[in-house]
T-cell receptor, first 115, second 115 residues
């Protein structure tokens, strides 16, 4: 069975500081990995994805993530956080198994940014 | 460019009442999904439809039914609402191919309270 662990429920960083959000996954084959962001009262927006190839992927809003197969991790990073980055972040894992490609989400990490 | 549209945005029900949550996508996507989001639990898959004419149970299907009315529309029905179904419901869709293959696109959500 596939699963995702986001060990940090809540993180607070100062504006301008660097950020790393952790994600560990369990998946029986080559995974497809995703980071989504959810602003308060909004739906989920895709930040970035990993399907194959270069293990360092770039996304929108200056975010990047690195796929480390040996550690079953896909951590999200940003060099300098802006106040508008305050939101909840979800890591998800899935695969191209059949036509459904179901996703399994982590429980989310809520990011607070202090000025 | 509407994307995935969910109606209604908010709903309050009394225990035992029924209602249908509507979801429509205008991106010609093949697969559609219904999730519920509860605090500290991330998103959990209720039902999905890999293609028009097919539906399958996800992780938490009890108390729900779905209909894939056509390629565009995928509705979620609560026959007899219970307080445990108080949640935020998200619909998502995914294309079969192209640049967005294997990416799920989300609606803005329906916030449901069952009293």
């Amino acid at each position: 069975a596939q699963s995702v662990t986001q060990p940090d429920i809540h993180i607070t960083v100062s504006e301008g500081a660097s950020l790393e959000l952790r994600c560990n996954y369990s998946y029986g084959a080559t995974p497809y990995l995703f980071w989504y962001v959810q602003s308060p009262g909004q739906g989920l927006q895709l930040l970035l994805k990993y399907f194959s190839g270069d293990t360092l992927v770039q996304g929108i809003k200056g975010f990047e993530a690195e796929f480390k197969r040996s550690q079953s991790s896909f951590n999200l990073r940003k060099p300098s956080v802006h106040w508008s980055d305050a939101a909840e972040y979800f890591c998800a894992v899935g695969g191209n198994t059949g036509t459904a490609s179901k996703l399994t989400f982590g429980t989310g990490t809520r990011l607070q940014v202090t000025l | 460019n509407a994307g995935v549209t969910q109606t209604p945005k908010f709903q309050v029900l009394k225990t035992g009442q029924s209602m249908t949550l509507q979801c429509a996508q205008d991106m010609n996507h093949n697969s559609m999904y219904w999730y519920r989001q509860d605090p500290g639990m991330g998103l959990r898959l209720i039902y999905y439809s890999a293609s028009e004419g097919t539906t399958d149970k996800g992780e938490v299907p009890n108390g729900y039914n779905v209909s894939r009315l056509n390629k565009r529309e995928f509705s979620l029905r609560l026959e007899s609402a219970a307080p445990s179904q108080t949640s935020v419901y998200f619909c998502a869709s995914r294309p079969l191919g192209g640049a967005g293959k294997n990416i799920q696109y989300f609606g803005a959500g329906t916030r449901l309270s069952v009293l």
